[in-house]
């Protein structure tokens, strides 16, 4: 069982918004540390932000400002909420734990287009 579940991707123009949610099957969920992660075509994976299991976050430079990370310990779930969206960011979107596990989820396509 594959124990990150990604979804909420989809096709945004620049600028506009996107909604991440992460499912997390594991029981130990609410003591990891937790993390979004993309990878674009041709590029490795890179780390977009973390948050700890009390709250605390961690930014990449290139989303500081536009993209928000959150968790609830008690549903075992984490979102991104991502704003101000750029062509750039355009990604397959993961979660896993920070630092990572080697069980990756399917991802979900986020594409920023007009």
């Known amino acids: 069982q594959v124990p990150f579940v990604e979804s909420g991707g989809g096709l945004v123009q620049p600028g506009g918004s996107l909604r991440l949610s992460c499912s997390v099957s594991r029981s130990i969920f609410r003591i990891l540390t937790m993390g979004w992660y993309r990878q674009a075509p041709g590029m490795q994976r890179e780390l977009v932000a973390n948050i700890m299991s009390g709250g605390y976050t961690n930014y990449a430079d290139f989303v500081k400002g536009r993209f928000t990370i959150s968790r609830d310990n008690a549903k075992n779930t984490m979102t991104l909420q991502m704003d101000s969206l750029k062509p750039e960011d355009t990604a397959v979107y993961y979660c896993?734990?920070?630092?990572?596990?080697?069980?990756w989820g399917q991802g979900t396509q986020v594409t920023v287009s007009s």
């Open positions: 896993n734990a920070s630092p990572p596990s080697d069980s």
